[in-house]
């Protein structure tokens, strides 16, 4: 006697929730990354032929209004030996200078004067030349 099964497997794969999870996934990606801005402060640097890679402990950064960053935080020139000297290692360091290019060349010299002072180095940041 032969029995009858009601229970039939399909064998076709049904792909409208993995396109619509995936469609969902593009959007929000999309979303997401115009949202996101550069942490970076607004300045020009000046522009060098040559280039080195230097991975800095501390950013400082004079903007053109004469403004003070250290790691993006805005500071006053009178606190800047102080705050360099809480984030340097105790040898070696390594500073990052970000200076904008219409800052006269005074502030950037005391900057590096305060560097060398706390026995850190000091690399300046510039845009890739042409």
Not at 15 to 20: E, F, N, V
Not at 109 to 122: E, F, M, P
Request: aromatic share 6%; no cysteine.
């Amino acid at each position: 006697m032969k029995l009858k099964n009601s229970h039939q497997i399909s064998t076709q794969f049904n792909m409208s929730s993995m396109t619509d999870i995936v469609f969902l996934l593009l959007i929000f990606f999309m979303l997401t990354a115009s949202f996101v801005t550069p942490a970076g402060l607004p300045i020009d640097l000046p522009t060098s032929n040559t280039s080195v890679t230097a991975t800095p402990q501390v950013s400082v950064t004079i903007t053109a209004s004469l403004d003070y960053y250290i790691n993006n935080q805005p500071i006053v020139f009178s606190q800047l030996k102080d705050m360099l000297q809480k984030e340097l290692p105790a040898q070696d360091g390594i500073v990052l200078l970000q200076v904008d290019k219409s800052v006269p060349i005074e502030y950037m010299i005391k900057v590096v004067d305060i560097a060398s002072s706390l026995h850190a180095q000091v690399s300046v940041a510039t845009r890739p030349g042409l």
